[in-house]
């Protein structure tokens, strides 16, 4: 399986999304009894490409990243930004950041390098910011 990507967005657009494997990893809910990070890869046609989720800060230096339910609200915490986005100041600027997914790395891929992204990270995608609630200059 070939890497699943759209165009990726300009570096200040950008934002990478891992620890979302496909297996328990520790977040499991009534719905997704195999973990909800399954949401990503395996339970959409896409890979996961174009799937849209909302960050946030619910522990200091932490950006979760939850689903988007059909009415917009947020559903299970499926994965995490990376620690360089949430860290100090700079990741309370992403809380509430609208990402939607344009590049999911597989463990097949042909590419050695995205295979050890994808492992090293328990899941590596590539984010594009969608709307943001604040300026993150700020």
């Known amino acids: 399986m070939k890497i699943t990507e759209l165009s990726l967005p300009p570096p200040d657009r950008r934002i990478i999304i ?8 520790g977040r499991a809910c009534a719905l997704h009894p195999f973990g909800c990070g399954n949401i990503v890869v395996l339970e959409r ?18 950006l979760a990243c939850f689903a988007i339910n059909p009415d917009g609200s947020d559903g299970c915490r499926v994965a ?3 620690r360089e986005y949430a860290a100090g100041e700079n990741g309370r ?7 939607r ?3 999911v790395y597989s463990p097949n891929d042909e590419n050695s390098t995205a295979r050890r992204l994808y492992h090293r ?3 590596y995608a590539v984010g594009e910011i969608v709307e943001v609630a604040h300026n993150i200059n700020s």
């Not at 891992?18 to 990893?25: E, R």
């Not at 046609?45 to 932490?62: F, S």
């Open 18 to 25: 891992v620890g979302f494997l496909p297996d328990n990893n």
């Open 101 to 103: 997914l344009v590049a």
């Open 121 to 123: 990270n328990r899941g």
């Open 93 to 99: 600027g992403y809380d509430g950041a609208l990402v």
């Open 80 to 82: 995490f930004a990376a």
């Open 45 to 62: 046609a896409d890979g996961g490409v174009g799937m849209l989720v909302r960050l946030r800060m619910l522990v200091r230096d932490e």
